[in-house]
């Protein structure tokens, strides 16, 4: 190997890389740590570094992640969307499966269990979705402004969202069908079609309602209108995060200073209700930094869909946007009830491999629409 | 050629030509608007509601919780203590702690059986109704009234056993005897109404409250301040520190004017003194009173049958002994000295008061009594025959008073038709002058007396009341004749009082006019023995002279006949002793229609300078026979041995 390969090809593209993306990944993952840190200090007294220590161990999927990121940020985009069919047809196998032999936490079934590590195979299926649905679109005419292909296309994200709602998990049923509502919109939809399909969509709920929702959800749904009618039972995250989050007040109690995280009112306080720590420690103040961080990174998102050199690249990078956004947006609405409690963990910041090593996989995917976009226009 | 090549999709990639779309303005709006919805909840939570969230999350994790005062204590005027405070054991089981498994609940329930004797199916029959309401983060009572050593054994063995611990409350025992049950009352749980009154005053739920007697009206007194014990704790209710602790301060005790061995000695002399005389039979109820005419100090307040306040402690356990005594004809749980019967010629005083003091008569107005009967024609030409007990002969006011005259209070009260008038110009405002110095000297409401448990107070008829009382079930009963005002003045017909309003009269016959409110209490005494206050009630003055007091005082003296030969009273003399008073012998209609007599017997001593009065009442006997030689008996003990 000569030097002047390497520059052409393993160097090549990385002064297009877009830092700005992963300085904020990275800071969000430390904000991530600091919280797990506190929601963790008064469960786990054992030695700092040490893997049975969350924070060392979340550091530990971090690195994995920035590596899996660099990796395929290297790794052509199109080689992702040619192989997509194989990828959706993996994840769909998956969610079938879990169904069957998955492990269920909190009245719903979403883990593989292989020993040490948990496998959530709907993390994966929401990127072969997004794949497949740029692929469609860019090989059929590269929009969809026929209402043949946007029905295809929605049949192509309907399997994965009705398995999912099954599991039954409503928060991520939300989030495949917001990829699918975000690519579309890019790609051109027709405001016909969509009002059709919507109108559609509000007459199928109360059948899908009485058939399909499970009455945990019924009851979660319930609970978030009137959290007291049930203090106790199911009620009780709703109320504890609610008033976890409303105690902070502007600059928060200080950071392992909340009682109510401290002293395990919340539960899951490091996963799903890790923002409820935040809110509780570190106040108004400490949410709208979080929010910025966020907001920063999901605007280089944008910016990637911007200079794509092609539809398919673009939409996948839509793709990418509108799911950290949605499991962002559904993650914080539970903890400041507005959405019924759904396990969907704050991306970058909840503790759990599964979720960090996917959510830096879909920036590396990212970066290698960055990288490319030049690259394509000059051929 | 690696796939990290990166010079385009020069391997197996999907070519396209599709140019990008360019408007994905949509998406930042999408960012910003979604981002400006948590931050718009965000505020309304943290901003605007800030403070109500942080008082919750205060509420959330600091408890609070009372620690009761101990009870102060109930003394006599000797200082020997009528009280005790014990501990109220209770098995209680907090469900939402037991165990999960159905087989491991039952193993606790089992062990629960074998050390407080609750069947084990009770105890799960109670936990699940507890938990289909919902209610399983409450403890709920298993088994209450634990003997000491099953509470020990449960105390010990509860830390092994989740969800089931020992609760200990407050409780009394009365080991003073059943003769003061109707002075000291009883303490008892709060009802649900009461809880509603009481919470006002910061009262625990789980706080014992006097519910009669002494113990409810000074529970002020002798309640003492809940303590606070405040901490920190986790959401699974582990302590995680102590914040702070306000001891509570225990209450005050109550120091009776009543003397306990003066209080026994009389129950036993009436209790042994029931057996009766062939006209009455056996006396079924009694009581007697005594007190001071100086201050109102009660010493001793009896009343026959008495009943054990004990069985309040633990009222599951004596539901029969309690229905028993509510079946009771003699209704033990009256007290028989704030019970208004008739009271006969004791009431004689108030009429000679009466007499007196408008100046119907003087102490030197006499009448000679030939006969046992004496007819008096009315307006319409009938007849009334006026009866007196025995032919006395000649008497003046004294020795109308010793020998109970009626016919010479007749003359005093209604008139002799025909020879003189009455109180007033006619039968009505006789009876009505009458019932202001009656009701002046205290009769016809209640006395006032700090233990509750009084009545309406007796009645003292006059015409509107006989009106009034009358007209629904006699119409043609409604008018006042009279008979009746003849009969109110020798204390018969609808007259009806207590011993006690029957004392505190006599109490200020012997004082000269002062109506004394009659007490218990004589002191609240700290714990550690400091006089707080004194029990001083107000005094009345009779509107009577003391001068005509004087001149009953000597009637009294005569009724027992010391260096004479002595009234009607002479039974009540004791050698060595200066006593005066006046027997009562009151008729009237048994239940079943047949005629029998109360006794009665009021007096003082000693005649000169009154320190003690007594009354003494029997449902069935003869004054002079029965209740005098009681008193007698009583003002020996009390001269004796009681230190006023």
């Not at chain 2, 007849?383 to 025995?390: E, H, I, M, N, T």
């Amino acid at each position: 190997m000569t030097l002047a390969y390497r520059r052409t090809s393993v160097f090549r593209g990385w002064d297009r890389f877009d830092y700005l993306i992963v300085l904020s990944a990275v800071l969000l993952v430390l904000y991530g740590l600091i919280l797990i840190y506190s929601g963790s200090a008064r469960t786990y007294d054992g030695p700092i570094a040490s893997f049975s220590n969350p924070v060392a161990k979340q550091a530990l999927f971090a690195l994995t992640g920035i590596a899996a990121m660099l990796l395929i940020s290297k790794l052509d985009y199109h080689y992702l969307t040619h192989y997509s069919w194989v990828l959706y047809g993996i994840s769909i196998l998956s969610l079938v499966a879990i169904l069957v032999v998955g492990q269920s936490s909190y009245g719903s079934t979403r883990w593989f269990d292989l020993g040490p590590i948990q496998l959530q195979p709907s993390e994966f299926a929401k990127l072969a979705t997004i794949l497949l649905l740029a692929r469609f679109f860019s090989e059929h005419g590269g929009d969809a402004k026929d209402l043949k292909t946007l029905v295809i296309s929605l049949a192509i994200v309907a399997p994965c969202t009705i398995l999912v709602f099954i599991q039954p998990d409503l928060g991520t049923s939300i989030v495949f069908a917001a990829i699918w509502l975000g690519v579309v919109v890019v790609a051109g939809v027709s405001r016909s079609h969509l009002l059709v399909l919507g109108a559609i969509f509000v007459a199928v709920l109360p059948f899908a309602w009485t058939f399909f929702v499970a009455d945990y959800q019924v009851e979660r749904i319930s609970v978030l209108v009137d959290p007291e009618q049930d203090p106790l039972g199911a009620g009780y995250n709703v109320r504890q995060s609610e008033i976890a989050v409303g105690s902070g007040q502007l600059f928060g109690k200080g950071l392992t200073n909340g009682e109510q995280t401290q002293l395990r009112f919340l539960k899951v306080p490091t996963k799903d209700f890790i923002f409820s720590v935040l809110g509780e420690e570190l106040g108004f103040t400490g949410a709208l930094a979080l929010f910025a961080l966020f907001i920063l990174l999901l605007m280089r998102g944008i910016r990637a869909a911007q200079i794509a050199g092609d539809t398919a690249g673009q939409l996948v990078a839509v793709g990418i946007v509108v799911l950290i956004l949605m499991q962002t947006f559904i993650n914080v609405a539970v903890n400041v009830s507005l959405f019924p409690v759904t396990g969907i963990p704050l991306p970058f910041v909840s503790q759990g491999g599964s979720s960090l090593v996917s959510v830096f996989v879909s920036l590396g995917i990212l970066q290698s629409i960055i990288m490319r976009h030049r690259a394509y226009r000059q051929t | 050629m690696s796939v990290l090549g990166g010079g385009g999709f020069d391997v197996g990639a999907t070519p396209s030509r599709n140019r990008p779309h360019s408007n994905l303005g949509v998406l930042r709006i999408a960012v910003f608007a979604l981002f400006g919805i948590l931050i718009g909840q965000l505020a309304y939570m943290q901003l605007w509601n800030g403070s109500d969230y942080a008082q919750r999350s205060r509420e959330n994790h600091i408890i609070e919780k009372n620690t009761l005062p101990t009870r102060g204590l109930i003394y006599d005027r000797n200082g020997e203590p009528l009280v005790e405070n014990v501990g109220v054991y209770t098995a209680t089981i907090l469900p939402e702690l037991l165990p999960e498994a159905p087989a491991e609940r039952y193993k606790l329930y089992l062990q629960l059986e074998r050390l407080v004797g609750v069947p084990a199916l009770e105890v799960q029959a109670k936990v699940k109704q507890a938990e289909d309401d919902h209610r399983g983060y409450i403890e709920i009572p298993v088994q209450k009234y634990l003997a000491k050593e099953q509470a020990l054994r449960l105390d010990e063995a509860s830390t092994d056993m989740p969800g089931i611990s020992l609760s200990v409350k407050p409780g009394r025992n009365y080991p003073a005897g059943p003769e003061f049950s109707h002075v000291l009352g009883y303490i008892g749980d709060q009802t649900q109404e009461e809880h509603d009154v009481l919470r006002g005053d910061g009262y625990a739920l789980n706080e014992p409250v006097g519910k009669s007697g002494i113990e409810s009206r000074y529970e002020k007194d002798l309640r003492g301040t809940l303590g606070v014990v405040a901490a920190e704790q986790d959401a699974q209710g582990h302590l995680i520190e102590a914040l702070k602790t306000t001891a509570p301060i225990p209450g005050n005790g109550v120091s009776l004017a009543i003397d306990a061995g003066l209080q026994r000695y009389v129950a036993e002399l009436l209790q042994d003194s029931m057996a009766g005389d062939q006209v009455n039979g056996d006396a079924t109820m009694a009581a007697a009173v005594v007190m001071s005419p100086k201050t109102g100090e009660v010493y001793a307040i009896v009343s026959i049958p008495a009943y054990d306040n004990n069985i309040f402690n633990e009222p599951d356990k004596h539901g029969d002994e309690y229905d028993a005594l509510l079946q009771d004809t003699r209704h033990p749980f009256l007290n028989q000295a704030l019970w208004a019967s008739a009271p006969g010629s004791v009431f004689k005083l108030v009429t000679a008061a009466a007499a007196l003091e408008t100046g119907r008569i003087t102490p030197e107005t006499g009448r000679d009594v030939t006969s046992k009967e004496l007819d008096v024609k009315g307006v319409n030409g009938q007849l009334y025959p006026l009866y007196d007990w025995r032919v006395h002969g000649y008497v003046n006011l004294y020795s109308a008073i010793a020998w109970s005259s009626n016919i010479y209070f007749y003359q005093a009260s209604c008139g002799i038709l025909g020879e003189n008038k009455g109180l007033g110009k006619d039968a009505e405002s006789s009876a009505v002058i009458l019932g202001y110095y009656a009701r002046a000297l205290g009769f016809g409401s209640p006395t006032g007396i700090d233990i509750g448990g009084e009545a309406d107070g007796g009645i003292i008829p006059d015409p509107a009341w006989k009106a009034r009382v009358h007209a629904p079930d006699n119409p043609e009963d409604r008018e006042w004749y009279y008979a009746d005002t003849c009969f109110m003045g020798i204390g018969q017909g609808d007259v009806l009082a207590t011993p006690l309003q029957v004392a505190r009269m006599t109490a200020a016959v012997a004082n000269g006019g002062k109506l004394l409110t009659p007490h218990v209490a004589k002191e609240i005494v700290s714990p550690d023995g400091k006089v707080i206050r004194a029990i001083t009630p107000v005094a009345k003055q009779v509107p009577v002279s003391a001068a005509n007091f004087a001149a009953i005082r000597e009637g009294m003296h005569q009724s027992v006949g010391y260096g004479s030969p002595g009234g009607a009273g002479a039974r009540a003399q004791v050698p060595g002793l200066d006593i005066a008073g006046k027997t009562g012998t009151a008729e009237f209609f048994k239940a079943d229609g047949s005629k029998a007599q109360h006794a009665w017997f009021t007096g003082f001593m000693p005649f000169n300078d009154p320190e003690v009065v007594v009354t003494v009442y029997f449902d069935l006997g003869v004054g002079g026979d029965k209740a005098a030689p009681i008193a007698g008996k009583i003002l020996k003990y009390f001269n004796d041995n009681v230190k006023p």
